[in-house]
């Protein structure tokens, strides 16, 4: 842990040096400690200069998600307050649920380098290749009903939404219910998954994982996903900073999740100026058949509200729903 402690200090001040002695004080390691830590990180690719009387001072840094690298950004944040970032695990989204079942405090981000089994919606895998992407996600304990959370998933692609554009510096769109989309392709999946008490059926956890397409090329998606998928490298044409965008997303989903349920009407409003769903021609699709409908606008409580071809309206609060012209929908 001190080396993420000494690197959290160095990018505090990214144009100083900083003495081993001062981080020695700050940190509550010996001067020994601190070289130690420097060294294992410059034996990660991180560039860190040294000057006589004078101290260390990064110079330039890799594409990595870890603890010293948000610590500053996240300093404050409930949401982030701590943070488990890991090379490779099966799924941030089963291993915040493991956590949550083991007692851990809300506030837990769990992000890792590579997921070997990502998951999407109706039990669809998620590809999560090393170092491409941005994969978390958040344990979350609401004191709430399960049926107050029914449109949480909402949110959290607002909140998404907006830490692309604070990061990256352009807006996605939203395909109901919970697909991020840029350029009429995908570019990040959300799944929230929700833990009840066994015997009085309340609420214990609540738990959304987002997964985000960063610098992913063509070639790092299989040959089925690459004609839909995208990633924000290749739509803005130079690769992102992953620590960057992480820190960004998880500060807005802590602003998020601070107004909710209160905050409504500010996450309804960005909802449905996001989302491209309505006034297309869709698709609602069952495991046993496939509806043609006409997608007319978002009610207040986040349902897509469409017309039949027999002028019949209803509104869907949950399920899969094909946009003509996207994913292969033509």
């Known amino acids: 842990m001190s080396r993420e402690n000494v690197l959290s200090l160095l990018l505090e001040r990214p144009t100083e040096y900083l003495s ?18 420097i060294e294992a990180l410059r034996q990660e690719g991180y560039e860190i200069s040294s000057a006589p009387n004078r101290g260390y001072r990064l110079e330039s840094a890799p594409d990595r998600v870890r603890e010293g690298e948000l610590a500053g950004p996240l300093a404050g944040c409930l949401v982030g307050g701590s943070l488990a970032c890991l090379d490779t695990i099966d799924s941030t989204n089963t291993e915040c649920k493991r956590r949550a079942m083991a007692g851990t405090p809300e506030g837990l981000v769990v992000i890792a380098e590579e997921q070997t089994g990502g998951r999407g919606r109706l039990g669809r895998s998620f590809q999560s290749p090393r170092g491409c992407g941005l994969y978390l996600s958040a344990l979350l304990r609401p004191r709430l009903e ?14 998404v939404c907006d830490g692309i554009e604070a990061a990256c510096g352009v807006r996605p769109r939203i395909k109901w219910t919970n697909d991020i989309v840029l350029n009429g392709k995908k570019l990040c999946g959300i799944l929230t998954e929700l833990g009840l008490e066994s015997e009085s059926n309340a609420l214990e956890y609540l738990v959304p994982g987002i997964g985000i397409n960063v610098n992913h090329r063509p070639e790092d998606f299989s040959e089925d996903v690459r004609p839909m998928a995208t990633s924000l490298a290749q739509e803005l044409g130079r690769p992102v900073r992953r620590s960057l965008l992480a820190a960004e997303v998880i500060k807005a989903l802590d602003r998020m999740y601070a107004v909710f349920p209160q905050g409504k009407q500010e996450y309804l409003d960005k909802y449905r100026a996001d989302c491209l769903t309505p006034g297309n ?45 996207m994913y292969g929908y033509v």
């Open 20 to 37: 081993g002695e001062a981080m020695s004080r700050a940190l509550g390691i010996s001067r020994a400690g601190v070289w130690k830590a």
């Open 146 to 159: 399960p049926a107050a959370v029914t449109d949480f998933t909402a949110w959290v692609a607002v909140a």
């Open 281 to 325: 021609q869709v698709q609602l699709i069952t495991p046993a058949s496939r509806q043609e409908a006409r997608a007319l606008a978002i009610d207040d409580d986040f349902r897509l509200v469409v017309e039949l071809a027999d002028g019949t309206r209803k509104a869907l609060s949950a399920g899969e729903v094909s946009v003509r012209g």
